[in-house]
């Protein structure tokens, strides 16, 4: 078996474990272990053959035992016991909430029920009330629970389509013939969530051979469409998945094709017209003749039309096109290597998952000048939040750990803001902080008018602050608090406030819509990483991503300065 189909056998004995009621846990072992084995990028029959298995995150003695077991043999004693303890078709039917091992059980043993199309045709013909431990009441419950099924949510977040998306690459470079793969549509777009995955591939040749690969994706669910070039799928993740395939002369079109908005596409496609060109999807033809233009990367198409090239992430509309035309897409857009310090980084102080130091580390090796050591403060006794005390304590620590370290570590708070505006710890402290972030962690229900006042407060407080993931979201789960955000925006540039770009995949705060609001008004940002763990120092990419969807640029940003510049400009 290769990697990904043991990945999916995995995720099959996940399923099943978690309909025993004492092994919660184990399944989500099972589960992780099959997302990391598909995500690992080393050579996975070296990694059997030389029993380095346990290398991989997540993955102990005994599931890399029925790793190796599956990979060697194609077969695991785990699964095939778990597969006979169970009814046929447990699985797809465990997905209908409401619908218990046991009950499982009862419509297979009194009605022979194994698919959810039996248990559809039970429902019909009134069945199911007749059993014990059902009625008229689950019966109506079933059809809400089966419809919710039927129709799931096609999006999910960023992180998890990026994750997918990776996976997809991956698999994809394993199919001869396949020369190269790139992710497109919105995820490399950057959007917050992500309805479909766009896989392009270049082939020479045998198109269909690479969309046959495709379908063999273990997390696929469903096959919606396929033809010789293109398939769609729906995926266990939650999201559509298409691929695209074409050859070398049509790639770079298709490419480009499968990454913009409608919009976008929409809009450049007249911009062609007026200079005697049609832009189809594998194609940019002079109108009225066969042959077309020469395409070697994006970058040719934009020549042709006389444009300034657009990065993906301004792709989302036109909004980007008139500055594209008369070459005002500023060249210093923000990116990753412009960035010199951390911003906004918890320890095991409040509610991280790592030291001072373990964090310190990590941020140097990453090649970052200076971090913000900035946990949470009173208010915030739910999240370990420092009185001052304990505050007192982790600067001291802060003060050992910069003896063993070379990156500056900058002492700072997650001060909340309170209902009134105020900020959590007396202003004689306030003062001692190289960095304060102020945020709002509780109360989030205040009408327009009160949220409106108390950020307002906040931010004309005299010390200087950041906005910390200014709306509170955490996309599709919480929305925006309710406030009249022009209005703070006016404030924030007139005071000594400036604006984070929150890189925690969860919140994506602020929205690009409004970083466009306060670039207007030359407010400031820093990029943050939200960081709760060293992994989390990862998450700097989603705040590149955001800032840049809404043309942010270099200069814009205050931790592309170094730690003097940095440390004057923030200081409270």
Avoid at 27 to 32: D, S, V
Avoid at 256 to 281: D, M, N, V
């Amino acid at each position: 078996m290769t990697k990904f189909e043991i990945a999916a056998a995995l995720l099959e004995i996940s399923s099943l474990l978690r309909l025993k009621e004492k092994e919660p846990f184990r399944a989500k072992a099972y589960a992780r272990a099959a997302q990391a084995l598909a995500e690992a990028g080393e050579n996975f029959p070296e990694l059997v053959k030389q029993n380095r298995l346990t290398e991989i995150k997540g993955i102990g003695t005994s599931l890399a035992g029925v790793i190796r077991e599956l990979h060697t043999t194609g077969r695991a004693a785990l699964l095939e016991d778990l597969r006979a303890e169970f009814p046929q078709g447990v699985v797809a039917l465990s997905k209908i909430g409401g619908l218990t091992k046991e009950k499982i059980r009862t419509l297979n043993t009194a009605l022979g029920i194994s698919t959810l199309d039996d248990l559809k045709t039970a429902l019909e013909a009134g069945k199911i009330r007749e059993l014990a431990g059902f009625g008229i009441k689950s019966e109506a419950a079933l059809r809400d629970q089966i419809a919710k099924f039927e129709q799931p949510s096609e999006s999910i977040l960023l992180i998890n389509a990026l994750r997918a998306g990776e996976r997809l690459l991956e698999f994809m470079r394993t199919c001869k013939g396949v020369e190269r793969v790139d992710l497109a549509g919105s995820a490399r777009r950057w959007n917050e969530i992500v309805s479909t995955i766009r896989v392009t591939a270049l082939a020479a040749s045998n198109h269909a051979a690479a969309v046959k690969h495709f379908l063999g994706f273990p997390t696929i669910t469903e096959v919606e469409q396929k033809t010789p070039d293109y398939a769609a799928v729906k995926l266990s993740e939650g999201a559509r998945a298409t691929i695209s395939v074409a050859s070398a002369a049509e790639y770079w079109n298709l490419l480009h094709h499968e990454t913009g908005s409608t919009s976008f596409e929409t809009a450049l496609g007249r911009i062609a017209g007026t200079k005697g060109l049609q832009l189809t999807p594998r194609e940019l033809l002079p109108v009225g003749k066969r042959k077309s233009l020469k395409v070697e990367s994006e970058a040719d198409i934009y020549r042709h039309l006389d444009m300034q090239f657009v990065p993906p992430e301004l792709r989302d509309d036109d909004s980007h096109i008139k500055a594209a035309l008369a070459g005002e897409i500023p060249k210093d857009l923000i990116k990753a290597e412009h960035i010199k310090g951390m911003v906004h980084c918890h320890t095991t102080y409040s509610d991280g998952r790592n030291s001072v130091e373990e964090m310190a580390l990590a941020a140097q090796s990453m090649g970052i000048e200076y971090m913000t050591i900035t946990d949470h403060s009173p208010t915030a006794f739910y999240a370990g939040g420092l009185k001052v005390d304990r505050l007192k304590k982790q600067w001291e620590e802060i003060d050992r750990v910069q003896e063993r370290v070379s990156i500056k570590l900058l002492r700072g708070t997650e001060s909340d803001i309170l209902r009134d505006g105020e900020l959590d710890y007396p202003d004689n402290i306030l003062e001692k902080f190289d960095v304060i972030i102020a945020s709002i962690h509780n109360r989030y229900k205040l009408d327009e008018a009160a949220m409106t006042k108390r950020i307002i407060n906040a931010m004309k407080n005299p010390l200087f602050k950041i906005w910390g993931h200014p709306l509170g979201r955490l996309v599709l789960r919480r929305p925006p608090i309710s406030c009249r955000i022009e209005e703070i925006l006016d404030v924030i540039a007139k005071s000594r406030a400036i604006i984070e770009i929150s890189g925690d995949p969860h919140r994506l705060d602020l929205e690009p819509r409004w970083i466009k609001e306060a670039r207007k008004r030359r407010i400031k940002f820093v990029i943050s990483t939200d960081a709760h763990s060293i992994s989390d120092l990862r998450n700097l990419k989603f705040g590149i991503g955001m800032a840049r969807r809404a043309g942010t640029t270099s200069r814009e940003v205050l931790n592309t300065r170094g730690v003097g510049p940095f440390r004057k400009a923030v200081k409270p």
